[in-house]
């Protein structure tokens, strides 16, 4: 990989709390699950890891509790050579938490308690608006405020600043935010929250992208899951098949390949081959539990692909 350019994620960081089922519950149903296990998560956390464990040069905006979990979490930022300068410890809120189910088929039910996140505002990014004025790529998510993704998007979207938003979990979005994104990565539950389209086959995506480019977003990846992508851009529009994986955890497979985008993109990779690499590294991501357990090194996928 060439040139390296600087990516800046603001966004979640949580401790997950993940039970592997048979099968979900229903409202009212105890269930007796299978392991559990404490591990680190959050989007933003889970895609700037990616991002950087995939060759790219990284620095992550969060808020942490200045508790047990948030000391651990940067601890882990640290050791995963994320630039931490933007990463605050709230005095007063806990970190966030994240309850998660897994079922037999690899598939999650996913609760955020959001704590700190919810606390990451307008101030923090201003406080270290150098770092965010450093970057080529600005990659967001929704788990933290939407007045603070809104600020960002104002502030850097018409700036030379590549904005790419991870619709997650979705929320109707104002409008003149869509201008000034470079790119929107939502999957297809996201996809038909904000545009109304189920996606289903190749005419649905091309449809919903131009929900988006009408808008003015000039690239619109929608992820497929184990489908992979459809990548619609001005140099190429069209389906991308993942590779087969045996899937126990889909948990953060969307983030590793959000990640995966983002260091492909900054290393000189084209949106078609920085999908497929993304495709790639999230189909590894399926094979392990977890979400920051199961990202993949760039040796990973060199070796397998
Ligand atoms: O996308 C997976 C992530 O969603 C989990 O790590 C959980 O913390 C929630 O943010």
Redesign the pocket.
């Known amino acids: 990989m060439g040139q390296n350019r600087k990516i800046v994620v603001v966004g979640?960081?949580?401790?997950?709390m993940i039970i592997q089922i048979d099968r979900f519950p229903v409202p009212g149903e105890t269930l007796l699950g299978k392991d559990f296990r404490v591990?680190?998560?959050?989007?933003?956390?889970?895609q700037a890891i990616a991002a950087v464990r995939l060759g790219g040069d990284v620095a992550l905006v969060a808020r942490l509790g200045s508790d047990l979990f948030g000391d651990q979490s940067l601890e882990n930022f640290r050791k995963e050579g994320l630039d931490v300068q933007g990463v605050v410890q709230d005095k007063l809120l806990p970190s966030?938490?994240?309850q998660?189910t897994v079922d037999a088929a690899g598939e999650?039910t996913?609760l955020?308690a959001s704590g700190a996140n919810n606390a990451l505002s307008t101030a923090q990014v201003s406080e270290h608006a150098g770092l965010l004025e450093s970057a080529d790529f600005i990659l967001m998510?929704l788990?933290i405020p939407l007045e603070t993704v809104r600020f960002i998007v104002e502030k850097y979207g018409n700036n030379g600043k590549k904005l790419i938003l991870n619709p997650?979990p979705a929320f109707h979005l104002p409008e003149e935010m869509y201008a000034a994104l470079h790119a929107i990565i939502p999957n297809q539950a996201e996809t038909r929250f904000l545009t109304g389209i189920g996606v289903t086959n190749e005419d649905t995506a091309v449809h919903a992208a131009a929900f988006f480019h009408e808008k003015g977003v000039e690239v619109v990846v929608i992820t497929l899951g184990a489908a992979g992508a459809f990548l619609s851009s001005p140099g190429f529009t069209g389906s991308l098949p993942a590779p087969e994986a045996n899937a126990v955890d889909s948990?953060?497979?969307?983030?590793t390949f959000i990640g995966a985008i983002a260091a492909g993109r900054c290393s000189g990779m084209d949106w078609k081959d920085a999908v497929i690499f993304a495709n790639r590294a999230a189909a590894l991501s399926v094979t392990k539990y977890?979400?920051?357990s199961s990202i993949p090194f760039l040796a990973e996928v060199q070796k397998h692909f």
């Open positions: 979640s960081s949580n401790t997950d591990l680190p998560g959050g989007k933003g956390a889970n966030g938490v994240a998660i999650n996913i955020v998510q788990e997650a948990t953060a497979a969307g983030d977890g979400a920051q």
